[in-house]
């Protein structure tokens, strides 16, 4: 079965640094996704990226967040200047048109 | 803005039991439907409803959907402990986009 993957699995910052995590979605996928889950609550929408550009943001996913494709096989998030609320669970997605979405198993973001 | 209200927000059952799990939903452009099983991290995927009143089943686990009262419904007959974990209900709207619930979460106990 065709995986979604991230990496890291686990990452540790420190408030103020910059992170970027990775995503490799499914290789005929074409619409991506970033999602996050802070410990105990509702999964979240942070952005969606088709045709190389953002289709959809989030009020969450403001200036401090940004998105690439760098190349044909991986997507990331970079989260910039972190602060402590930014600790949670962030799962990346992908879809073809008419199936449901793929996620990844999570990279666990802590900001210390 | 959207709204998931997902009951009961969590059950514990004895296996062999069936669990009944409910999702209602107010989006606007809603697309599908999506129910996903999370354990310990990712959600997996379960099913994708689109159509009203069509019932779609996996083995001991369906799901039915009605557009017109807005909301769907998860059903696992003779559950196992394999089936503890939350269930999370995820109308699809807009442009493609998902919003959750905050989760049915499952205990089954031997």
């Known amino acids: 079965e065709p995986e979604v993957t991230q990496t890291p699995s686990h990452q540790v910052t420190q408030m103020g640094q910059e992170v970027i995590l990775r995503c490799v979605p499914i290789?005929?996928?074409?619409?991506f996704y970033w999602y996050r889950q802070i410990l105990g609550q509702k999964v979240e929408f942070l952005v969606s990226f088709y045709n190389n550009e953002i289709s959809e943001k989030s009020e969450i996913f403001d200036d401090q967040f940004s998105v690439e494709r760098p190349d044909g096989s991986n997507f990331t998030l970079k989260i910039r200047s972190t602060k402590l609320e930014d600790s949670a669970m962030y799962f990346c997605?992908?879809?073809?048109?008419?199936?449901?979405?793929?996620f990844g198993s999570g990279t666990r973001l802590t900001v210390v | 803005e959207d709204k998931v209200v997902q009951s009961p927000l969590s059950l514990v059952v004895h296996e062999g039991d069936t669990v009944t799990l409910n999702c209602s939903y107010e989006v606007t452009n809603f697309r599908s439907l999506l129910w996903y099983k999370q354990e310990k991290k990712a959600p997996t995927f379960l099913f994708m409803l689109t159509s009203s009143g069509i019932e779609k089943k996996s083995g001991r686990l369906s799901s039915i959907l009605d557009k017109k009262e807005l909301f769907s419904i998860l059903n696992i007959t003779a559950t196992q402990t394999g089936d503890s974990a939350v269930y999370l209900c995820?109308?699809?709207?807009?442009?493609?986009?998902?919003?959750f619930g905050k989760g049915n979460q499952v205990v089954v106990i031997p």
């Open positions: 290789s005929n996928h074409l619409y």
């Open positions: 995820a109308p699809n709207y807009g442009n493609n986009r998902l919003a």
């Open positions: 997605a992908s879809r073809a048109d008419g199936v449901g979405y793929t």
